[in-house]
């Protein structure tokens, strides 16, 4: 019911655009967040946003170069993504939930994953 999408391999400096793809009941019911895992690491929380207000939440290593949005028409949310640096490889999740968090277990929905490979 989460569908993730967008990934590649990038230069460092670069750019790209993730999507995820949710049904109609996660799209208009749930908090939708981007996790990202590297080898060897937890799963850690990228961005999110809520459901009506709008609101975002970016984690302080992405801050001011990654944007979350949702595109209401498409029942999509998506995660551009700047100024790419090596560190930000991993393979990233799309998740939904009840509730804003910042923990993989706060979230009971996720899609399988794309992923994201910057090279120096």
């Known amino acids: 019911q989460l569908q993730a999408s967008g990934g590649g391999l990038v230069q460092a400096g670069g750019s790209l655009r993730l999507s995820c793809a949710a049904s109609e009941r996660l799209y208009s019911s749930y908090v939708m967040a981007w996790f990202r895992q590297a080898p060897g690491k937890e799963r850690e929380f990228v961005a999110a946003v809520r459901k009506g207000t709008g609101a975002t939440y970016y984690a302080d290593s992405v801050k001011g170069r990654f944007t979350i949005s949702r595109d209401s028409a498409k029942n999509t949310m998506n995660l551009q993504m700047n100024n790419l640096k090596p560190e930000d490889t991993a393979i990233y999740f799309c998740?939904?939930?009840?509730?804003?968090?910042?923990?993989?277990?706060?979230?009971?929905?996720w899609g399988q994953g794309t992923q994201v490979t910057v090279s120096s």
């Open positions: 998740a939904g939930g009840k509730y804003y968090d910042t923990v993989p277990s706060g979230y009971a929905n």
